[in-house]
């Protein structure tokens, strides 16, 4: 960098300059930024939350006991201090498969919204930059794509292809690509009209080039919110698709799949489905919360 | 408007043709041997091909989906392979049972939601702002299954005031309260959420313009100001999301009806979509697909009527 500085300085001194500026200027801002997000009580409740499965995810093998230890002799048994959510029908621990459950849903949500936003942000700075006739395709495919409820959607998809967590990952980061281009495209279409982008024009730099190092730089505000909102609804489809026995299948402790399974036990022992459901509603509404106050930070 | 109406409708049909196809092709031309599915794993090759045929699965694609979309605007949507009965009564039957479970749903929660928005909006950065619009927030984000499972352990299991599972309601009003309202309770939650925040955002904007500012200056009482320039203004943009929400509606009749066991269509789907009871999973997306447009052209069309930017516009 120190290079680069000095290289302006020789030869545009009054260019270097304004370039300090800027930077200071950035560093400064990104500063606020931080301190924003880090005042915002919605982002801190949701970041606890957040925190405490990705590290339930990580961690169970060590802190709880064995999900899938089957114990015959202690069946669909209340919570009590030997357990304290209670057992399932197979007498596994439930509380230790509410903890261990954490980990499959923390692995393709994740990276289908990394699928997601890889695929949708070059979409989106593709179809923003250029316009044109690519631009007119996309907003009818989308238009289109729209028109169906997208949980329908991937049940034929997954009907079809199979039920493996791969395509599960696979089929809601196609999805989500095209809704994410959306949202990319309209912050690069603004972004286009700025002068740096003339500027760059003018140097002679080329579109890949100008996509990927003026603008991208400059909509990752936008990007970062929109992977977060993504993140929360990649949550609810996985837990979705799994409850619908669509997704994860048995013995994985997942949440969605454990919901499935107990509703058959319902009359008898609501804490098979009360916990796991708990645990899902707190993971959504903490990535949620995180979105909000992010986006309440950003956009301030 | 009549010209405006018309450019509409010719949009929506062109979605439809598209749609048909996308539904065709998804149903089709994905993997998956719907001889065989019938069949079982034990048949041999012969015989799945031989049904196969009968079925007409080894005609190409086009031609298939040509006579398939002729038979399917003539009224005669085939028979399914699996349940062994005509598709067009079945599908129709369930479509009504989920029409009664969303309109339930529909007509209790979106009152309820704009007045809350509305309010919200009037009590902009209060503590009562707040707490609505995070609940709102954080309803959208719970799946349907969570919410379900959790109002059925109460309202059923542990107090017993209804039944665990629902079947379709007789037209006695006590009826249709005991059997809808436990799984419309779900979708009310997504709806409210999406519902109020935009009549909270319509109003706020309102409410911010410079016709209120006027309306205000020029002595208008407090009430007359609300109802006559700000309501009128905030609330077309929520026709729109109710509008856009019966999609999502359907999406969430899938999940609603099978954790009750309700008879509806999404429940259809599902079963149809893991069989491989292609007529009815084609009829059934393609009959959401209809309404779904068809909600939007409404929609629009009562927008266009009740703001003239809109209309003269097109």
Aim: proline share 5%; hydrophobic share 55%; net charge positive.
């Amino acid at each position: 960098m120190s290079t680069l500085d000095e290289q302006g300085v020789a030869g545009l001194p009054d260019g270097a300059a304004a370039q300090v500026d800027v930077r200071r200027l950035r560093r400064q801002r990104r500063a606020e930024l931080v301190s924003a997000v880090l005042h915002s009580k919605t982002f801190l409740v949701g970041m606890g939350i957040l925190i405490f499965w990705v590290f339930s995810a990580l961690a169970w093998r060590w802190i709880v006991r064995d999900p899938q230890a089957v114990d015959p002799s202690a069946t669909l048994a209340a919570p009590s201090t030997a357990h304290w959510f209670g057992t399932d029908n197979l007498g596994r621990d439930v509380f230790a498969r509410v903890i261990a459950g954490s980990a499959p849903v923390l692995t393709i949500a994740p990276l289908a919204t990394l699928l997601g936003i890889t695929g949708g942000a070059t979409l989106g700075l593709v179809t923003g930059y250029y316009r044109g006739w690519i631009d007119d395709v996309f907003s009818r495919v989308v238009d289109a794509l729209l028109a169906f409820p997208l949980i329908i959607l991937a049940v034929l998809v997954l009907a079809s292809l199979g039920r493996e967590p791969r395509n599960v990952i696979l089929v809601i980061g196609i999805i989500f690509t095209p809704l994410i281009a959306r949202t990319v495209r309209s912050a690069v279409m603004v972004e286009r009209e700025r002068e740096y982008v003339a500027a760059a024009r003018l140097r002679g730099e080329r579109g890949p080039r100008i996509m990927a190092v003026e603008i991208l730089p400059n909509i990752t505000g936008p990007i970062v919110v929109e992977g977060t909102i993504r993140l929360g609804y990649a949550i609810f489809a996985a837990a979705t698709l799994a409850f619908l026995g669509l997704g994860i299948q048995d013995p994985s402790p997942d949440w969605g799949l454990a919901i499935a399974n107990g509703r058959a036990y319902l009359q008898i022992a609501w804490w098979m489905v009360l916990f796991p459901a708990a645990a899902l509603a707190t993971l959504v509404v903490g990535v949620n919360l995180v979105a909000d106050g992010l986006r309440g930070a950003i956009e301030e | 408007m009549g010209r405006y109406v018309l450019r509409r409708l010719g949009l929506t049909a062109i979605t439809l043709v598209l749609v048909s196809f996308a539904v065709f092709a998804a149903a089709q031309v994905l993997p998956g041997d719907v001889g065989r599915t019938i069949l079982g794993p034990y048949a041999s090759q012969q015989q799945v091909d031989q049904l196969n045929h009968q079925l007409g699965a080894d005609e190409p694609v086009v031609k298939r989906y040509v006579l398939w979309a002729g038979d399917f605007v003539r009224g005669d949507w085939g028979e399914s392979p699996i349940q062994r009965v005509p598709v067009r009564p079945l599908v129709l039957d369930r479509l009504k049972n989920s029409l009664i479970l969303g309109a339930f749903a529909l007509v209790l929660i979106v009152p309820f939601s704009v007045a809350l928005g509305v309010f919200a909006a009037l009590n902009y950065g209060k503590a009562l702002d707040r707490i609505i619009s995070i609940s709102g927030l954080s309803f959208v984000a719970l799946p349907e299954f969570v919410v379900g499972v959790v109002v059925i352990v109460i309202f059923a299991v542990q107090l017993g005031w209804f039944p665990t599972t629902s079947q379709v309601p007789s037209a006695d009003p006590v009826d249709i309260v005991r059997q809808c309202l436990l799984p419309s309770i779900p979708l009310m939650f997504v709806l409210f959420g999406y519902i109020s925040r935009m009549a909270r955002a319509g109003t706020i904007e309102a409410l911010r313009s410079n016709y209120t500012r006027t309306a205000v200056l020029k002595g208008l009482p407090q009430r007359h100001v609300i109802v006559r320039h700000v309501l009128r203004n905030s609330l077309l943009p929520t026709i729109t999301v109710v509008s856009v929400q019966v999609g999502y509606l359907v999406g969430g009749l899938v999940v609603v009806e099978t954790l009750f066991s309700y008879p509806g269509i999404g429940e259809l789907i599902l079963n149809a979509a893991t069989g491989h009871d292609l007529p009815t999973l084609e009829a059934s997306v393609l009959m959401i697909a209809l309404i779904y447009t068809a909600s939007n052209l409404v929609a629009d069309v009562v927008t266009a009527l009740l703001n003239p930017r809109v209309r003269l516009a097109a």
